[in-house]
């Protein structure tokens, strides 16, 4: 007798991350997709009126309506968030993550894909004081929520990844998949790369693109979940999903080869009374993460999990991939 096919509930499905998500999962697998988000008129990766999919139209914080739904799902992959209110951010981050949880039935669920962020971790993947002590209302609800999830009496079937710098859709805002915010940050970087290839700055980090973490996500979800197979931690599996560490200096230097833009050998060094001299001749505005962000450079972690990890083969493995699947411009010419 063939087995049921999977039920996945996916939150925050609308977003860039949630349709790529939903999109590989209809097309690779036959299972039945729960689709919760608050506005289906932004699902445009997946056809919302195929008989494998429900919509449940829902804010995070009020899923009453769909217990029932969500009792019935064999997996789940929880990517909605939320941030820049406090008391939004308590509500959706930290409550509704406990309540979402224990609409479950223990009986049926078989894992929980919970996503967080990778900036809350040091590079050993244990949690930032500073995160608790110094982040946004963002941070601060994601590091809480994870302390929570570390006790939750579902820990052992709850995987939890940390995307580093998250890229996604294009740049003009076309195509089938949503605009990630980094990605649509590449043309206000693009305007400002005058200034930031006389630069030269000692940080590095870590990033992705929405079709890998996807990829991982699949994986975790379409095969039989086990206890945390990785060393040194505790119930509660942790994956900072990324590409290899690459610099700051690296990353100008491709985006000035990529905008056909000249970069000379020789630059100043971006520390101390530079950055604040820019920081306020810029006028931007800083809070205590952004200072601590400043303080740390280096948000690189071992291990870091890109799709190789899993035997898979990454959509944007380089820098250079990653402009490509933007659509991103190549403006300028060389010598300029």
């Not at 000035?256 to 931007?284: D, F, H, M, T, V």
Request: hydrophobic share 45%; glycine share 6%; net charge positive.
């Amino acid at each position: 007798m063939k087995a049921a096919p999977a039920r996945i509930l996916i939150t925050g499905a609308s977003g860039c991350v949630g349709q790529h998500i939903a999109a590989q999962l209809y097309r690779d697998t036959d299972a039945e997709l729960l689709l919760l988000l608050r506005d289906p008129a932004k699902l445009t990766a997946v056809p919302a009126n195929d008989p494998r999919i429900t919509l449940l139209v829902a804010d995070l914080r009020e899923l009453t309506p769909h217990a029932g739904a969500i009792a019935t799902a064999t997996r789940v992959i929880h990517t909605a968030t939320a941030w820049g209110d406090p008391e939004r951010a308590m509500a959706v981050n930290v409550v509704a993550v406990k309540q979402l949880l224990a609409f479950t039935s223990p009986e049926w669920l078989e894992q929980v894909i919970y996503f967080s962020t990778a900036s809350l971790l040091n590079r050993q993947l244990g949690l930032l004081p500073e995160a608790l002590s110094e982040g946004t209302e963002y941070i601060q609800t994601k590091a809480l929520c994870l302390q929570q999830l570390e006790q939750h009496p579902l820990a052992e079937r709850i995987v939890a990844v940390f995307p580093t710098l998250v890229f996604g859709g294009a740049v003009d805002g076309k195509g089938p998949f949503p605009t990630s915010y980094l990605t649509a940050g590449l043309s206000e970087a693009c305007r400002w790369l005058w200034l930031a290839k006389w630069l030269r700055a000692d940080a590095s980090f870590h990033f992705i693109h929405a079709a890998d973490i996807a990829q991982v996500c699949c994986h975790l979800a379409t095969r039989p979940h086990q206890s945390n197979p990785e060393p040194g931690q505790g119930a509660l599996r942790r994956l900072v999903l990324g590409q290899p560490a690459i610099s700051v200096d690296a990353t100008v230097s491709q985006l000035c080869r990529w905008r056909r833009s000249w970069r000379p050998p020789l630059g100043l060094n971006l520390q101390g009374a530079l950055i604040e001299a820019l920081i306020k001749l810029l006028r931007i505005e800083v809070n205590a993460w952004d200072r601590f962000s400043i303080r740390q450079r280096h948000f690189v972690h071992e291990p870091v999990s890109p799709p190789e990890r899993f035997g898979l083969v990454s959509h944007a493995a380089s820098l250079a991939a990653v402009f490509e699947q933007a659509r991103l411009p190549h403006r300028g010419r060389p010598g300029s």
